[in-house]
Each structure stands twice: as structure tokens, then as C-alpha cells.
Antibody, heavy 117, light 107 residues
Framework: QVQLKESGPGLVQPSQTLSLTCTVS????????VHWVRQPPGKGLEWMGR???????SYNSALKSRLSISRDTSKNQVFLKMNSLQTDDTGTYYC???????????WGQGVMVTVSS | DIQLTQSPSSMSASLGDRVSLTCQSS??????LSWYQHKPGKPPKPMIY???NLADGVPSRFSGSRSGSDYSLTISSLESEDTAIYYC?????????FGAGTKLELK
């Protein structure tokens, strides 16, 4: 069945780089788009960026200068890297699959990231 | 960017009540509007896609509708398990944007 699972460090120091991995199963990264969405504590959902099925990427303009999304199709993994982390980057980070009907049908469980010294 | 305004921001209702949540778009987005139920410690769960289509496994008491740029999620008879924050998402135009959410509680 379709699954997505985020992994990465739970704690990152301010000004450092966050590296997260989304490992997928049950579908091909060359057939579906995968997105990253985050939620700061007590706040709403924020779209971060997308890895398209053909390898193209799109980013939230507010994060574009700090964010990079890549993939390794042989390992069924999508990567998120975001540099210059600050405390307001603390939150839960999700990867999610986009369907043809332009919505997100499967989500990972999320990974909590705390930015603190 | 397209703005989605959800109302109310929070509400409480009794078991068995009919509940309607609204999401208004700042621009035309056609039917590219979906709804997600979000509970603490869990990922968002898709409830409605393409404005009116029920996502897989979602109870039939949930429904979606559209009137112009106003979109609604309706629960015909509220159950205790429906307490959550509900978000709408537009994906007609980049970037995809979420509404701020409606927190639904039991009275």
C-alpha cells in the first residue's frame, strides 16, 4: 500500500541546515508529485515546495532562498534541505503525495523539528 | 498568492448537529479546493477533493459544496470523532495555499 515516511534530526541548532528524507513505498516518484508541508506549533499548515514526477521543483517564495528539494528515484526518496534555520522554523514537517485530482491523498506521519541551541 | 478565508475560526456544536464550515477564495479557483481534517499528533486526513468529492473512507455524513468563490464542508450529524481542525486547500494556482483553519469542538 501507499506509504510515506519522514526522517531526520529532531533538533537543529540555529543557523544550521535541516536535512529531511521522505521515503515512499507503494508508488513511483516518476509517476506522482510529492510535496513538503509544515506546521509550526499552534499554527496552521504551510506549503513549502514540490518535487514533480519529472524531477522539476517548485518552492514557496518565502522559503525559496533557503530551500532545496531533490530526490533519488532508485531509493524512492525525496529530500528537503533548508539552511539558515531559525527558531520559527520549529514545527512538524510532512511529506505528502499529490493526486491527479489536485489534492494530497497520502501523508507521512510527520517529523517534529525543534530549532534550538 | 490566492488567499483562502475560513470561517468561523472556531466553533462548538452538539452531537447530532448539522455543521457547516466555509472557505472563501480571493480569486477564482474552479473546483480545485480540498478539505483536510487534522487531529493532534496525526497527519492531515483528506476529506473532500475537487470541491464536492468524498475522499476514500470518509463517512457519508461529510459533504462538500460550492457557490461561486465560497466553498463549504458540511457534517450532517456531528459525532464526537469529528472534533478537529479543518483546513481548506486551493491547488488551482501556484503556490498551493491553505486556509487558516476552523477548530471544531463539542459543546
Amino acid at each position: 500500500q501507499v506509504q510515506l515516511k519522514e526522517s531526520g534530526p529532531g533538533l537543529v541548532q540555529p543557523s544550521q541546515t535541516l536535512s529531511l528524507t521522505c521515503t515512499v513505498s507503494g508508488f513511483s516518484l516518476t509517476s506522482y508529485n510529492v510535496h513538503w508541508v509544515r506546521q509550526p506549533p499552534g499554527k496552521g499548515l504551510e506549503w513549502m515546495g514540490r518535487m514533480r514526477y519529472n524531477g522539476d521543483t517548485s518552492y514557496n517564495s518565502a522559503l525559496k532562498s533557503r530551500l532545496s528539494i531533490s530526490r533519488d528515484t532508485s531509493k524512492n526518496q525525496v529530500f528537503l534541505k533548508m539552511n539558515s534555520l531559525q527558531t520559527d522554523d520549529t514545527g512538524t514537517y510532512y511529506c505528502t503525495r499529490e493526486t491527479i485530482a489536485a489534492h494530497f491523498d497520502y501523508w507521512g506521519q510527520g517529523v517534529m523539528v525543534t530549532v534550538s541551541s | 498568492d490566492i488567499q483562502l478565508t475560513q470561517s468561523p475560526s472556531s466553533m462548538s456544536a452538539s452531537l447530532g448537529d448539522r455543521v457547516s464550515l466555509t472557505c472563501q477564495s480571493s480569486q477564482g479557483i474552479g473546483n480545485y479546493l480540498s478539505w483536510y481534517q487534522h487531529k493532534p499528533g496525526k497527519p492531515p486526513k483528506p476529506m473532500i477533493y475537487y470541491a464536492t468529492n468524498l475522499a476514500d473512507g470518509v463517512p457519508s455524513r461529510f459533504s462538500g459544496s460550492r457557490s461561486g468563490s465560497d466553498y463549504s464542508l458540511t457534517i450532517s450529524s456531528l459525532e464526537s470523532e469529528d472534533t478537529a481542525i479543518y483546513y481548506c486547500l486551493q491547488y488551482d494556482e501556484y503556490p498551493p495555499t491553505f486556509g487558516a483553519g476552523t477548530k471544531l469542538e463539542l459543546k
